[in-house]
């Protein structure tokens, strides 16, 4: 890819608080309603997300653009380097 090709955007990191899904901050309770593209953590491929779960329980609706991202939640050097 070209560098005038090249697109940028606004990384936004949205808290989602202690778990409880009425919680969540307005700010990120605006960003989640934004056209924003959500990444949400995973532990391995397949698995539930825990702070996908506090969205959903708020009512929210995963988008279709929605992406899992592998963070596998562990202190083994060897598999972190996998990733």
């Known amino acids: 890819m070209k560098t005038d090709e ?3 955007g606004t990384l936004i990191g949205a808290s989602l608080g202690p778990g409880d899904p ?3 901050t307005r700010k990120a ?4 309603h934004s056209n ?3 990444a949400y953590p995973i532990r391995k491929k397949g ?3 825990y702070a996908l779960g506090i969205a ?3 009512g929210l609706a995963l988008p279709d653009n929605a992406l899992a ?6 202190h083994d ?3 972190l380097a996998r990733y």
Do not use: G, N
Not at 29 to 32: G, H, K, Y
Not at 69 to 74: H, R, S
């Open 77 to 79: 050097k060897e598999k």
């Open 29 to 32: 309770w605006d960003a989640l």
């Open 6 to 8: 090249i697109k940028k």
């Open 56 to 58: 959903t329980r708020a």
């Open 36 to 38: 924003a593209v959500w």
């Open 69 to 74: 991202l592998i963070f596998p939640m562990t």
């Open 47 to 49: 698995s539930d997300s």
């Open 22 to 24: 009425s919680l969540i």
